[in-house]
């Protein structure tokens, strides 16, 4: 079972390059998830989609942008990526948006801007 | 807002019996989770608790006071492959899911 894919494993990337984390689930999840995982500071959302076709920002939010076309895919961008932004990013879906379930997280991609 | 606390460390002897405490301050409460994270790995699943007192699961036990904003993990018959670091997170009123920064625990021989 596939479960939560993300791409690229791992990306260096030039500060004022964009970029794109893709982030596919087979479960039919309702809610995903963007979190970034920095040392000491634990995991912290940037943006969530409820269902296909809505977005929220999360805590961290600024420098980074999703979409929800359908229910399996949800993008992450960054327009112009800068240093601050080096992280491990992590996807997570879950059945639904009310935060009472469990998250299933993909296996994270972490990202280098130099 | 949360603002969540645990130990950012904890070391324990393989066979033994390690605590994990978490505290929380949370505009309102909609249920607290423990998840287990093993270096270079997604973090996964392991407790939900939204009602006072503990709930096991084989060798890991998770409780809950909500009155004292506070919960603890409990690992027992400690093995190598639990050393990992151990995340509290809190849903509030506002369904918002906020992360503690971990807990790493590491299992010596």
């Known amino acids: 079972t596939a479960g939560i894919t993300q791409a690229p494993t791992s990306q260096i990337l030039a500060a004022g390059r964009s970029m794109t984390l893709r982030c596919t689930q087979d479960?039919?999840?309702?809610?995903m998830y963007w979190y970034r995982q920095d040392l000491g500071l634990g995991l912290r959302l940037i943006h969530y989609s409820n269902t296909a076709g809505t977005t929220g920002k999360g805590e961290v939010p600024d420098g980074y942008s999703v979409s929800r076309a359908n229910t399996d895919d949800f993008p992450l961008t960054l327009a112009s990526a800068v240093p601050s932004q080096t992280s491990v990013y992590f996807c997570?879906?879950?059945?639904?948006?009310?935060?009472?379930?469990?998250?299933?997280f993909g296996e994270g991609s972490r990202l280098t801007v130099l | 807002g949360q603002n969540i606390d645990q130990p950012t460390e904890m070391t324990a002897t393989e066979g033994a019996i390690v605590q994990i405490n978490c505290t929380y301050q949370t505009s309102g409460f909609n249920g607290l989770f423990w998840y287990q994270q093993h270096a270079g790995e997604a973090p996964t699943f392991l407790s939900y608790?939204?009602?006072?007192g503990l709930e096991e699961k084989g060798r890991f036990s998770s409780f809950l006071s909500r009155s004292k904003g506070y919960s603890y993990l409990l690992l027992k018959e400690l093995q190598m492959k639990d050393s990992a670091s151990y995340l509290c997170a809190v849903s509030s009123n506002d369904y918002k899911l906020s992360f503690g920064a971990g807990t790493t625990v590491t299992v010596r021989a």
């Open positions: 479960m039919r999840h309702n809610a």
């Open positions: 608790n939204v009602l006072d």
């Open positions: 997570a879906s879950s059945v639904s948006g009310d935060n009472t379930g469990e998250l299933f």
